[in-house]
């Protein structure tokens, strides 16, 4: 199921985490942030490092033993990787995908011609009436 859809641009990043709280709207605070915070990351990135289209998704995966949040980021530069720790925006930049790294369970990106999609995936801690389905 989606629970959220919305082209990213560096001017609607707070707007964007304004929505992720309200999908998420009971869910465990902590998560919620953690949420705002990969996608805001994922965004930011497209946004400062690829070319349009930029797409945000939030969907649930079903695993095992629970659920998943999967965030996902699409952008028209497919042979544009992010880099963990380094920055081709200057020397005080690259510490975000670290953060990604430390926040989910696992990343990764899916390259296709003309697009990539960066993603990461965050365990539930509980489900969310918006996203049950």
């Known amino acids: 199921m989606v629970a959220l859809d919305a082209a990213?641009?560096?001017?609607?990043?707070?707007?964007?985490?304004?929505e992720i709280?309200?999908?998420?709207?009971?869910s465990d605070e902590e998560f919620v942030q953690?949420?705002?915070?990969?996608?805001?990351?994922?965004?930011?990135?497209?946004?400062?490092?690829?070319?349009?289209?930029?797409?945000?998704?939030?969907?649930?995966?079903?695993?095992?033993?629970?659920?998943?949040?999967v965030v996902e980021v699409r952008d028209g530069t497919p042979d544009r990787l992010p880099l963990v720790g380094r920055s081709t925006l200057g020397e005080h930049r690259g510490n975000g995908m670290r953060m990604v790294l430390t926040l989910c369970q696992d990343w990764g990106v899916r390259r296709m011609a003309e697009a990539k999609v960066v993603w990461a995936r965050l365990p539930f801690p509980g489900l969310t009436p918006a996203l049950v389905g």
Do not use: K
């Not at 990213?8 to 304004?18: K, V, Y």
């Not at 805001?40 to 949040?69: I, K, Q, V």
């Open 8 to 18: 990213p641009t560096s001017d609607n990043l707070a707007a964007m985490r304004g």
């Open 34 to 69: 953690d949420v705002q915070l990969v996608a805001t990351e994922l965004a930011a990135n497209a946004c400062d490092h690829a070319a349009a289209p930029r797409h945000l998704l939030l969907r649930r995966e079903r695993a095992g033993d629970g659920s998943l949040l």
């Open 21 to 26: 709280a309200r999908v998420l709207a009971g």
